[in-house]
């Protein structure tokens, strides 16, 4: 705890790093115990769960994962809504601005859920395992309730739950070698957004080529997780042990390199695709039959335009830092002639780069690459720029093309 003096000579407790309490109200993924056995050093509450955000220096984690093979524990964080029942197709297709009949059987989707005004929901990845047999792997928001609200009493005969699912992520450029020794050499002829049914040693998965890193990866969803969670944690780390794989949290600075966007900072319920950057033609289809919830709230944006978009920014001053150690404190105000027009949504140091860079909401007419702004951060004002969202592409994209940037997604 640190005093600090302040104005009529009361001191400020605050305790920079207050602890998180184990408690029985926030949930445990499947794998908690597993990943925990690796030090995890900071937790955050994300979907009711705890979440490892890192094991203990974030920029290591980052180098790691740039480099060798890394673990993911997701298995709370991206919770899973499974829609099934005659009219499971139908329903799933009203949810988002996606259309489904362009989404085949074990093909995945990225997927926009929106409400009334067109706001955004949740962003999660979409997964089709049968005509009728769907999940939705979500961000951080209470989809569930969102879904069974909007099937009760309406004409779709649906169920809607949240099954016994639990992911992981391993991604990195040495996936490759930690998946073939797990699955066979079959396993890397997984198209990019498809998945696979797969039993490893009694356990039953479901596996996509999928991830949240801008890297080479694959996501295992496991059945019957809450028994076979530990059991696949630790197959896992011993098929990883001859590639050095390690336990991280998902990677911030990898993410923001990517152009890949977090629900909840850089778009929430307050934000339309348009203004985030993914309406035109792809994650918004207006064109096709079916109705789907703020179709016609999103016609008119489409019609009428944006009055404010997300753009990349580039930030002066000293190193941020990795986003996971707190170095960003809530939004950066950003400033063009000494007046509010924005705000930095996420930020961070990017080692690769030697530049801090972010997302910023401003308006339109500010959003042009090489515009000058101001970025206000604690204790000084520094100036920024205004850049492509996409601050870094791999030679090998094809491999490691983000759900971000990819219209194959």
Not at 211 to 218: A, D, F, R, T, W
Request: charged share 25%; proline share 5%; hydrophobic share 35%.
């Amino acid at each position: 705890m640190t005093d600090v003096q302040t104005n009529g000579n009361r001191l400020d407790k605050t305790v920079p790093n207050p602890e998180i309490l184990l408690y029985t109200r926030i949930k445990k993924s499947p794998y908690f115990y597993g990943s925990r056995r690796h030090g995890v050093a900071m937790y955050s509450v994300y979907n009711h769960h705890y979440h490892p955000r890192h094991y203990g220096d974030p920029v290591e984690e980052y180098w790691r994962l740039l480099e060798g093979v890394t673990l993911w524990d997701v298995g709370g964080a991206e919770r899973q809504v499974e829609i099934t029942g005659p009219d499971a197709f139908e329903f799933t297709n009203m949810l988002t601005p996606r259309n489904l009949h362009k989404c085949n059987v074990g093909q995945c989707k990225y997927a926009f859920i929106t409400d009334e005004n067109g706001g955004i929901i949740n962003d999660p990845v979409l997964l089709r395992l049968d005509e009728n047999h769907f999940w939705l792997s979500l961000a951080d928001s209470d989809v569930l309730l969102w879904a069974k609200a909007l099937a009760y009493n309406s004409k779709f005969d649906v169920e809607i739950r949240e099954p016994d699912v639990g992911p992981m992520q391993i991604q990195g450029p040495r996936s490759r070698e930690v998946m073939t020794d797990l699955f066979g050499e079959g396993i890397l002829e997984v198209p990019y957004y498809y998945m696979v049914h797969r039993d490893l040693d009694g356990m039953e998965l479901v596996i996509s080529r999928t991830g949240y890193s801008g890297e080479l990866g694959y996501e295992l969803y496991l059945k019957n997780a809450s028994r076979d969670g530990l059991k696949l944690w630790d197959a896992v780390m011993e098929a990883g042990r001859p590639y050095d794989l390690a336990p991280i949290g998902p990677c911030h600075i990898r993410r923001i390199e990517g152009g890949i966007l977090a629900h909840g900072c850089d778009m929430t319920i307050e934000e339309n695709p348009y203004e985030v950057g993914y309406g035109y033609k792809w994650m918004v289809e207006l064109e096709q039959d079916q109705d789907f919830i703020g179709k016609e709230a999103l016609r008119k944006v489409a019609e009428e335009g944006v009055t404010r978009k997300l753009v990349g920014v580039e930030i002066g001053g000293s190193k941020l830092g990795s986003y996971n150690d707190g170095s960003m404190i809530d939004f950066f105000p950003v400033l063009a002639a000494g007046e509010r027009i924005g705000k930095v949504t996420s930020a961070c140091y990017s080692p690769r780069l030697d530049k801090n860079i972010g997302f910023a909401m401003l308006p339109v007419e500010y959003g042009a690459t090489g515009v000058e702004v101001e970025v206000v951060r604690p204790g000084e004002t520094v100036p920024a720029t205004v850049a492509d969202r996409l601050f870094f592409k791999p030679e090998h994209a094809e491999q490691v093309l983000s759900a971000a940037g990819s219209r194959n997604v």
